[in-house]
């Protein structure tokens, strides 16, 4: 196994572009904050630049420890700006462009009046919070016009907190989750072991949400073995699909909502995909169906489609290799297992008393890489402590071959259904004109389906009736469209605020 070593996200910037200073970083888009980028830029390019941004917050005032929010469109900009605010020893705290004027407010509450940085997307949201003071706001383009202060790099102690991401935010306020340089550490230490899987140095595509602890994994880890990165902005699908087929990645990350969405253009423009041997999705369960169009699109018979499962508390936990064949006798809501050494799951009933196997109650989690609190929420932190195990709010059990079985978050569970998960998996495995299934509850705390009709599909309701005969009883679903299902900055569906609304006769 490779060797543990703390991260610092400048120093590995640093390192991996004096290491591999040709080594090639390509946009989609050109990038606000770096402007002076072009579309096809080396590490040892973009490290100039992120010096250059460093220098010119030194010139605003920013300094070792400030806390820097940085609120601004979803772009890979947003990790470099952090990369810039770690060199200063400032702590980069990722926030999710999406977040309203009130969640924007406590996090300024919460940090103590922190720098932001922010830019057109944002700007109205910023201008709005009432606490936080207008000279510590820092909007791109005045960032852009400062003059520089040539400061030398300050490192933060390896414990102490020196980058913050947000949970999702899908049962209220998001908490603010606090990663020291030996947490961030153990994670790339697991990411760099599943890369020496990866046969040759060729291009990895991602598109991962900025603020998502996922994403300085990745690219900490990559960097650090020179690999070529597309960092893709933009989810649409046609765009996505121009990209991969002009630059031929042989690696794929998305959340997998995202692989959802871009799966109907798979299947009617394979081509498109036909240089990824490597597929890998973020965090989060996946349905069979989704995997097995990626894999039929990919050129390469031996093809692989790596599902993680993991939390930004802990990082990535538990993972399983998935192949054409393999995939024909999957069960969509087996997670796999954890890496020996380093990440582990167990289930525990409310107490965290440990169950045996085959027996339903809250995974466990035990990461080298566990966050280190919540910001100014630590008693909240604790009461999911238990020693070193990690309550994940995620319910399902652990069979006899140690497989971890997801059935869904313990606020979602329904009585009388074994796994909403699993349903909405079978659905949308096997009506192929669904684009999303969704099952929470209605105000009489009955299984309410939501359902999203794939793009240049029809809804054939014979077909749901006869899918659904042998299930628990389902409401009649209500139809939206994909993007009138609330979502978080990863995609994931909002359940509580559907639920929410279902009670106000409000979706």
């Given at each position: 196994?490779?060797?543990?070593?703390?991260?610092?996200?400048?120093?590995?910037?640093?390192?991996?572009a004096?290491n591999?200073?040709?080594?090639?970083?390509?946009?989609?888009?050109?990038?606000?904050?770096?402007?002076?980028?072009?579309l096809?830029?080396?590490?040892?390019?973009?490290?100039?630049?992120?010096?250059?941004?460093?220098?010119?917050?030194?010139?605003?005032?920013?300094?070792?420890?400030d806390?820097?929010?940085?609120?601004?469109?979803?772009?890979?900009?947003?990790?470099?700006?952090?990369?810039?605010?770690?060199?200063?020893?400032?702590?980069?705290?990722?926030?999710?462009y999406?977040?309203?004027?009130?969640?924007?407010?406590?996090?300024?509450?919460?940090?103590?009046?922190?720098?932001?940085?922010?830019?057109?997307?944002?700007?109205?949201?910023?201008k709005?919070?009432?606490?936080?003071?207008?000279?510590?706001q820092?909007?791109?383009?005045?960032?852009?016009?400062?003059?520089?202060?040539?400061?030398?790099?300050?490192?933060?102690?390896?414990?102490?907190?020196?980058?913050?991401?947000?949970?999702?935010?899908?049962?209220?306020?998001?908490?603010?989750?606090?990663?020291?340089a030996?947490?961030?550490?153990?994670?790339?230490l697991?990411?760099?072991?599943?890369?020496?899987?990866?046969?040759?140095?060729?291009?990895?595509?991602?598109?991962?949400?900025?603020?998502?602890?996922?994403?300085?994994?990745?690219?900490?880890?990559?960097?650090a073995?020179?690999?070529?990165?597309m960092?893709?902005?933009?989810?649409?699908?046609?765009?996505?699909?121009?990209m991969?087929?002009?630059?031929?990645?042989?690696a794929?990350?998305?959340?997998?909502?995202?692989?959802?969405?871009?799966?109907?253009?798979?299947?009617?423009?394979?081509?498109?995909?036909?240089?990824?041997?490597?597929?890998?999705?973020?965090?989060?369960?996946?349905?069979?169906?989704?995997?097995?169009?990626?894999?039929?699109?990919?050129?390469?018979?031996?093809?692989?489609?790596?599902?993680?499962?993991?939390?930004?508390?802990?990082?990535?936990?538990?993972?399983?290799?998935?192949?054409r064949e393999s995939l024909?006798?999957?069960?969509?809501?087996?997670?796999?297992?954890?890496?020996?050494?380093?990440?582990?799951?167990?289930?525990?009933?409310?107490?965290?008393?440990?169950?045996?196997i085959h027996?339903?109650?809250?995974?466990q989690?035990?990461s080298?890489?566990?966050?280190?609190?919540?910001?100014?929420?630590?008693?909240?932190?604790?009461?999911?402590?238990?020693?070193?195990?990690?309550?994940?709010?995620?319910?399902?059990?652990?069979?006899?071959?140690?497989?971890?079985?997801?059935?869904?978050?313990?606020?979602?569970?329904?009585?009388?259904?074994?796994?909403?998960?699993?349903?909405?998996?079978?659905?949308?495995?096997?009506?192929?004109?669904?684009e999303?299934?969704?099952?929470?509850?209605?105000k009489?705390?009955?299984?309410?389906?939501?359902?999203?009709?794939?793009?240049?599909?029809?809804?054939?309701?014979?077909a749901?009736?006869?899918?659904?005969?042998?299930?628990?009883?389902?409401?009649?679903?209500?139809?939206r469209?994909?993007?009138?299902?609330?979502?978080?900055?990863?995609m994931?569906?909002?359940?509580?605020q559907i639920?929410?609304?279902?009670?106000?006769?409000?979706?």
């Amino acid at each position: 196994m490779d060797q543990y070593q703390p991260v610092n996200l400048y120093t590995n910037y640093e390192q991996a572009a004096l290491n591999y200073p040709h080594q090639a970083i390509i946009l989609d888009e050109s990038l606000p904050a770096f402007p002076d980028l072009p579309l096809e830029t080396t590490y040892a390019e973009s490290l100039s630049s992120i010096k250059q941004r460093a220098y010119q917050l030194a010139k605003l005032g920013v300094a070792a420890t400030d806390k820097v929010v940085i609120f601004k469109s979803p772009k890979f900009d947003t990790y470099l700006l952090a990369t810039a605010v770690s060199y200063l020893g400032a702590i980069p705290v990722m926030v999710s462009y999406h977040f309203p004027i009130a969640t924007m407010a406590v996090f300024v509450e919460r940090l103590e009046d922190p720098f932001i940085i922010f830019d057109e997307q944002t700007t109205a949201t910023v201008k709005a919070i009432a606490n936080s003071s207008s000279d510590r706001q820092i909007a791109v383009t005045d960032l852009l016009q400062q003059s520089a202060l040539q400061v030398p790099q300050v490192r933060l102690d390896v414990d102490a907190i020196s980058y913050m991401t947000h949970t999702s935010g899908t049962t209220g306020i998001p908490k603010l989750i606090c990663h020291s340089a030996n947490s961030m550490g153990w994670r790339t230490l697991w990411q760099r072991t599943i890369f020496e899987k990866i046969q040759s140095k060729e291009l990895l595509a991602f598109h991962i949400s900025p603020v998502h602890s996922r994403y300085n994994i990745g690219m900490t880890s990559a960097m650090a073995m020179g690999f070529p990165l597309m960092p893709l902005n933009t989810a649409d699908s046609q765009k996505v699909a121009t990209m991969l087929t002009r630059y031929q990645p042989i690696a794929l990350e998305t959340h997998p909502n995202n692989f959802v969405q871009w799966s109907f253009y798979a299947q009617e423009h394979p081509k498109a995909f036909q240089s990824i041997r490597y597929y890998h999705s973020t965090f989060d369960a996946i349905n069979n169906q989704t995997m097995a169009r990626f894999l039929e699109a990919s050129g390469d018979e031996q093809a692989v489609f790596l599902q993680v499962y993991g939390q930004s508390e802990c990082g990535p936990m538990i993972l399983k290799k998935h192949t054409r064949e393999s995939l024909k006798e999957n069960d969509a809501r087996d997670m796999g297992i954890g890496l020996e050494g380093l990440t582990q799951a167990r289930i525990a009933d409310k107490n965290g008393q440990p169950l045996p196997i085959h027996t339903d109650g809250h995974i466990q989690f035990l990461s080298k890489g566990r966050a280190l609190t919540y910001y100014k929420e630590d008693a909240r932190f604790q009461t999911t402590v238990y020693d070193e195990w990690w309550d994940s709010g995620d319910y399902g059990m652990i069979d006899a071959n140690g497989h971890l079985f997801l059935k869904d978050r313990q606020v979602d569970v329904i009585e009388k259904i074994n796994s909403n998960l699993a349903i909405e998996d079978y659905l949308l495995d096997h009506l192929d004109f669904l684009e999303e299934v969704v099952i929470v509850r209605d105000k009489n705390q009955q299984p309410q389906p939501i359902i999203a009709v794939a793009p240049d599909k029809e809804m054939n309701w014979d077909a749901w009736w006869k899918k659904i005969a042998d299930l628990p009883h389902l409401n009649q679903p209500l139809l939206r469209t994909f993007d009138e299902i609330p979502r978080t900055a990863t995609m994931k569906v909002q359940r509580l605020q559907i639920e929410q609304a279902l009670k106000n006769n409000s979706f």
